[in-house]
Every structure is written in structure tokens, then in C-alpha cells.
């Protein structure tokens, strides 16, 4: 079953705009994990915020987390085409295998 | 060059079948992950392996089977009770010691029946 769901499915930005896109979550979580995918490709780690955290910065990402409603965001500043991917959010909760949320498709118009 | 190897990058299967897909892995990494993903769609589990010759199922391990006999290998075969394998797969493995559970994916198999 799905534990995080994504909003928006798609988002179409043009070039120096910010990218926010939301995650919602269902269970108790140890931590939150944002990946990115390139088309066809395998997924890549981006940021990790623990369960006691509220925000994280990672370069032009930046990573909020309300565990009180159960919801993450992830915000790219200044978007670049090159940030044009898939991104999913991915739950971590003891079990030892990550729960993967459906994803937000960003396109970034040059 | 460290890393997950996943191959084929293609494959196809035959009514009937079974296929093996490979991931190698060279990271010195304990667990081991196989996940399934569907146009447009997430990432669900199939299986996955904390130790060498053990492994758990996932949450669509109907129509699977995996072995963990070296810590670098993690075989997925498809057999031919998996009605719908069209999809494509995705390896992965993690490192248990900081708790984090971060992944490292391998390129990918798409898996396509003819």
C-alpha cells in the first residue's frame, strides 16, 4: 500500500521559478526521504529529515516536515531545466524497507 | 567504480516463462531491495534482504522469488505465475549502520512480454 501520496501529480514551471511540491504520510515515521528520478533511470537520494526535525536545507532544496499533520514539502529554488524529473517522497518506519509515495512529475521550461 | 549494477537493461519474456533479472552491488551494503514500478506510478516492494541468505516479502512477492546467497547478489526471477510483469525494475541496497535506511538505486530492468 501507498503511505505517502504526492500533490501536485504534475507541475510545469518556467526557468528561476520555485517548485513546491507536498507529501502526505499515514503512519508514525523514523524519517522522510525525498528522491529524485530522471526518465527511465534509477532513483537518487536528495535529503533526509528525521521525524524531530522541522526543516532542512540541502542547496537549492529546502525540506519541511509537520509530523503532527502528517505532511512533508520539498521546495527547489530558482529552477533550473535540468531539475525537470520525477520526485517522490519515501517514508522510513523500522520496518527496513522504504514506503514510496506516487510521485510529483516537474517539468521546468527553458 | 562503486555502485548498483543492474541487467539486462531490456528484457522480454515469453508466455510461460521464467526470467532472472541481476543486480550486483559493490557498496559492501547488508540489505538488499527489489521494487516494482508501473508507468506513472510509485515504487512498490517486492521483496527484500537485511542478510546474506535471508529475505522478507514485500508487498507484491506473489509471482516472485529471490535468493541472497552473496552479500553483492540479489537475483529477482519473474516466473510464470506473474500474470502482468510488463514493469519496470528497480534494485536497490542501503547500508544498516546509521539508521537512516538511505537507498542506492541501480539504472533499472524493463521487463516487456511478447
Known amino acids: 500500500s501507498q503511505q505517502g501520496e504526492e500533490d501536485p501529480q504534475a507541475l510545469s514551471i518556467q526557468e528561476g521559478e520555485n517548485a513546491t511540491m507536498n507529501c502526505s504520510y499515514k503512519t508514525s515515521i523514523n524519517n522522510l526521504q525525498w528522491y529524485r528520478q530522471n526518465s527511465g533511470r534509477g532513483l537518487v537520494h536528495l535529503i533526509l529529515i528525521r521525524s524531530n526535525e522541522r526543516e532542512k536545507h540541502s542547496g537549492r532544496l529546502r525540506v519541511t516536515l509537520d509530523t503532527s499533520k502528517k505532511s512533508s514539502s520539498l521546495l527547489i529554488t530558482a529552477s533550473r531545466a535540468a531539475d525537470t524529473a520525477s520526485y517522490f517522497c519515501a517514508t522510513e518506519t523500522g520496518r527496513r524497507a522504504l514506503t514510496f509515495g506516487s510521485g510529483t512529475r516537474l517539468q521546468v521550461q527553458p | 567504480d562503486g555502485g548498483i549494477t543492474q541487467s539486462p537493461k531490456y528484457l522480454f519474456r515469453k508466455e510461460g516463462q521464467n526470467v532472472t533479472l541481476s543486480c550486483e552491488q559493490n557498496?559492501?551494503?547488508?540489505?538488499m531491495y527489489w521494487y516494482r514500478q508501473d508507468p506513472g506510478q510509485g515504487l512498490r516492494l517486492i521483496y527484500y534482504?537485511?542478510?546474506?541468505?535471508?529475505?522478507q516479502k514485500g508487498d507484491i512477492a506473489e509471482g516472485y522469488s529471490v535468493s541472497r546467497e552473496k552479500k553483492e547478489s540479489f537475483p529477482l526471477t519473474v516466473t510464470s505465475a506473474q500474470k502482468n510483469p510488463t514493469a519496470f525494475y528497480l534494485c536497490?541496497?542501503?547500508?544498516?549502520?546509521?539508521?537512516?535506511?538511505?537507498?542506492?538505486f541501480g539504472a533499472g530492468t524493463r521487463l516487456s512480454v511478447l
Open positions: 534482504s537485511q542478510i546474506v541468505n535471508d529475505f
Open positions: 536497490a541496497s542501503s547500508s544498516d549502520g546509521s539508521g537512516k535506511n538511505i537507498q542506492y
Open positions: 557498496l559492501n551494503h547488508d540489505a
